[in-house]
């Protein structure tokens, strides 16, 4: 996707300890910086507040990364986040994280295709989705594709 169409944009610094022998960052932080990514887009989009104090737990049931290009220590990053769909009990979330860009052109780095399916957390086992869920994410997410008043 091109960096306009998320509505989510959350930027920051690679640290060193993130980073390998080969001077590039190791491949299990591409993880951690789609976590980073979710967390953020979750607290932009006041999910948790919109649960009303109801718990709204997931466990990610299947993640995938696809590298394109290294990132390098000390480098500032943006990651990007939307919700791609949902369904019964889960739902399906990409990540892409950038080199940052001021001018908004694209640098991508490496995407996280996540399945995050909601549970119960005393057996752990999938429970239905709210109602809300999707449409709230939808909602977000729409404001990418929304022109920006002159």
Do not use: C
Request: proline share 6%; charged share 25%.
């Amino acid at each position: 996707m091109a960096r306009a169409e998320y509505a989510f944009n959350h930027r920051f610094r690679v640290r060193w300890s993130e980073t390998d022998a080969q001077g590039v960052v190791f491949n299990a932080r591409y993880l951690d910086y789609a976590d980073i990514a979710i967390t953020e887009y979750w607290r932009e989009t006041k999910l948790r507040e919109q649960a009303g104090g109801d718990p709204l737990e997931f466990h990610v049931k299947k993640a995938t990364v696809t590298w394109f290009a290294p990132i390098l220590p000390d480098e500032m990053i943006d990651v990007m986040a939307r919700t791609i769909s949902t369904g019964r009990t889960s739902m399906t979330q990409t990540v892409e994280i950038h080199g940052a860009r001021d001018d908004g052109s694209e640098d991508l780095r490496a995407t996280v295709d996540l399945v995050s399916v909601y549970v119960d957390l005393e057996t752990h086992r999938p429970m239905p989705l709210p109602d809300w869920v999707g449409p709230a994410f939808a909602e977000f997410d729409a404001k990418a594709t929304q022109p920006v008043p002159a």
